[in-house]
């Protein structure tokens, strides 16, 4: 029988989160993202060789190589603010000495899933626009096939891609908007 555990993070803790997410963004700004993302895939096939995980960390990889996928999309073209904060992500959730280190049985990744979360959640509208954009590439090649001109299928794409990076925005704005008031 599980239990469940509830537990209130109030604004200075998520303060105290957000700056150790802000120490992993300047990290990246002087790191190479192929070597933080080989870091990222490296720490996630090692939490995997250590199966059986809480499920509180199982059952959030998915969400980790969807976040990279979408990194790593060419056609998707993730915008640079964006794509800093998934590495900045990637740099703390790698890190084995954050602040839970990792190496502490079943709790040592709390702190890693707690910035996931907040990742998830400051990213919710990009990740809703990505999903987006696959489901419409997936249909698009489903429909035409090899047979359509790369030329034309660029063009679908990119058109595509520019709706929902402006929707990304707008959505993204609105939300601060309304976090101020």
């Known amino acids: 029988m599980g239990m469940r555990l509830s537990f209130e993070l109030t604004d200075r803790d998520l303060g105290y989160f957000r700056n150790a997410l802000k120490q992993s963004r300047q990290a990246v700004r002087d790191a190479d993202e192929s070597e933080i993302i080989d870091a990222i895939r490296d720490v996630l096939a090692d939490i995997r060789e250590n199966e059986p995980l809480p499920d509180f960390v199982a059952s959030r990889l998915p969400q980790l190589d969807l976040m990279i996928q979408m990194l790593l999309d060419d056609e998707w073209q993730l915008p640079n603010a964006d794509r800093e904060q998934l590495l900045?992500?990637?740099v703390y959730f790698g890190d084995p000495e954050d602040i839970l280190p990792d190496d502490i049985p079943v709790i040592g990744y709390l702190d890693d899933v707690i910035?996931?979360?907040l990742a998830t959640r400051e990213l919710v509208h990009?990740?809703?626009a990505y999903d987006d954009y696959c489901q419409f590439r997936e249909e698009?090649?489903?429909e035409h096939g090899s047979a359509v001109d790369t030329?034309?299928?660029r063009d679908?794409?990119?058109r595509r891609r520019q709706q929902l990076h402006q929707r990304m925005k707008r959505r993204s704005q609105r939300d601060r908007k309304r976090s101020i008031w």
């Open 88 to 90: 900045a992500t990637f």
């Open 115 to 117: 910035i996931l979360e």
């Open 126 to 128: 990009v990740l809703n």
């Open 140 to 142: 698009f090649d489903a």
């Open 151 to 153: 030329a034309i299928r």
């Open 156 to 158: 679908r794409l990119d």
